[in-house]
């Protein structure tokens, strides 16, 4: 069984920063790719930011320059920096990673529950 934990939402000032965490859990052989999403109430939700086990990273435009994604391979762990915070940024932030459990079984994305960063006055 393979669980994802976010951590480190909360309420933010405009112009504020934050750090969320993601660890990974379980019966894990290995982790690939591993990604933030989030989703605002009414909208769809997207791809925040991303990071292979590479350190490869890529964000959305609306994010870049603010946001900082990093993980540490060793604790299965991702986090994201979220520097100048504005209030559209505001959504519940999910985790997200591709992980294999065992050497003769393909890799599954797996989802986090989710942790809510609101950014307001």
């Known amino acids: 069984q393979v669980q994802l934990v976010e951590s480190g939402g909360g309420l933010v000032q405009p112009g504020g920063s934050l750090r969320l965490s993601c660890a990974a859990s379980g019966s894990i052989f290995e982790m690939y790719a591993m990604r933030w999403y989030r989703q605002a109430p009414g909208k769809e939700r997207e791809l925040v930011a991303g990071i292979t086990s590479g350190d490869s990273t890529i964000y959305a435009d609306s994010v870049k320059g603010r946001f900082t994604i990093s993980r540490d391979n060793a604790k299965r762990t991702m986090d994201l920096r979220m520097d100048s915070l504005k209030p559209e940024d505001t959504a519940v932030y999910y985790c997200?990673?591709?992980?294999?459990?065992?050497?003769?079984?393909?890799?599954?994305?797996?989802w986090g529950q989710g942790t809510q960063v609101t950014v307001s006055s």
């Open positions: 997200n990673a591709d992980i294999r459990i065992a050497l003769n079984i393909g890799s599954k994305t797996y």
